[in-house]
């Protein structure tokens, strides 16, 4: 896990050694209390999360269901907001981007 991730006062593990996170980018060694400034980026390994194999584990959003609740989205927008015509540009514009991004097209 990233060091920006772990809360002040959490003890972790960096370059083998223990540390307690004492401010968004200070350390303090447990054995010799040294102060080591830690870069936000780090990796780390926290006790409370200990490293484990690696998995995806995320939920996978099927194109159909998004691009229906994309449209349900949309008709709700355009419903709240027909009459301003800059706003119906530029919402194209974000749903273009939208499913350019997510390598879709809004109505497949």
């Known amino acids: 896990m990233k060091f920006s991730l772990l809360a002040v006062g959490q003890q972790f593990e960096y370059q083998g050694e223990t540390y307690i996170k004492s401010t968004p980018l200070i350390a303090h060694q447990v054995d010799t209390g040294e102060q080591r400034l830690i870069p936000r980026s780090a990796n780390v ?3 409370a999360n200990p ?3 690696a998995t995806d584990d995320a939920p996978r959003i099927d194109a159909r269901e998004m691009q ?3 449209a349900e989205f949309e008709a709700t927008l355009q419903e ?3 009459r301003d015509t800059r706003y119906a540009r530029a919402f194209e ?6 499913f ?3 390598k879709l097209t809004p109505d497949q």
């Open 68 to 70: 229906q609740a994309f």
């Open 80 to 82: 709240q907001l027909q």
């Open 93 to 98: 514009d974000a749903k273009r981007t939208f």
């Open 51 to 53: 490293p484990g194999p």
């Open 45 to 47: 390994i926290s006790d």
């Open 100 to 102: 350019l991004r997510l």
